[in-house]
C-alpha cells in the first residue's frame, strides 16, 4: 500500500513533500557556499542540480528509506527541508539532515521545523533512535541538535570522503526514552 507524503505544519512553516516546481527555491539556497560550507558537497550551480535532489527525496520516500519534507513558508516560499534518510527499519532508527536558506538563520525556523520532524519520526515512523552526523566545525547546527536534546555519542575519525578529503564527523543523537523525557525545543 502507497502511503500518503504526510504534511506537518508548524506556527510559521508548511512542511510538505518537494516538487519539481521547488528546484528554483532550492537553487537559491544550495547554491549559496554559506549553506553549503558543512554539506559536504558543492554547491549547487544548476536548476537540474536542484532537480535531481528533489529525484533523491522521491526516491527514498518510494522505497522507504526516508522522508524528506520542503520548508515552506506561509507566503509560499521554499526555505530549506529537512527529514531523514538512511532508515534501518529492523533497528528502528534514522538519520536527520537539514538545510536552511542563510537569509532565514537564527529565526528560530529550523527549530520549529526539527520539532515536527522528530516528533513525527518517533509517534508516526515508530523510530526509537534518531541520529546526526555533523562536522565539528558546524557549530550552529551543534548548538541546534543540543538544545533539541540530542547527545553527542563520539567522533568518527575521517568518517566520509567529501570534495577531495576525509571529514571527522560528530555522531549525535536522541532515542525515543529520552526525547519523552526532554524539555520541548
Keep these: ?22 528546484s528554483r527555491d532550492m537553487l537559491t539556497y544550495l547554491s549559496d557556499e554559506r549553506v ?7 554547491p549547487f550551480e544548476s536548476e537540474q542540480d536542484a532537480l535531481d535532489e528533489i529525484g533523491w527525496y522521491d526516491k527514498i520516500f518510494e ?3 526516508g522522508i524528506r519534507w520542503a520548508l515552506q513558508t506561509k507566503e509560499g516560499q ?3 527541508s529537512c527529514g531523514f534518510h538512511n532508515r534501518d527499519h529492523r533497528h528502528h ?4 539532515g537539514f538545510e536552511l536558506s542563510a537569509v532565514h538563520w537564527g529565526q528560530g525556523l529550523m527549530r520549529e521545523a526539527l520539532a515536527a520532524v522528530i516528533a513525527y519520526g518517533f509517534e508516526a515512523m515508530s523510530l526509537n533512535r534518531i541520529q546526526a552526523l555533523v ?3 558546524n557549530a550552529q547546527c551543534v548548538r541546534l541538535l543540543e538544545k533539541a536534546g540530542f547527545r553527542r555519542e563520539g567522533l568518527l575519525a575521517q568518517y566520509e570522503f567529501t570534495l577531495g578529503k576525509y571529514d571527522d ?16 525545543l
Design 1 to 22: 500500500m502507497k502511503m500518503t507524503f504526510p504534511v506537518l505544519t508548524t506556527d510559521r512553516l508548511v512542511l510538505r513533500k518537494m516538487a519539481a516546481v521547488d
Design 36 to 42: 553549503m560550507k558543512h554539506y559536504g558537497m558543492s
Design 63 to 65: 522505497t522507504e528509506a
Design 78 to 80: 521554499v526555505i530549506g
Design 93 to 96: 532508527r534514522a538519520e536527520l
Design 135 to 137: 562536522e565539528p566545525a
Design 169 to 184: 564527523l560528530f555522531m549525535y543523537a536522541l532515542v525515543k526514552s529520552e526525547y519523552a523525557n526532554r524539555r520541548p
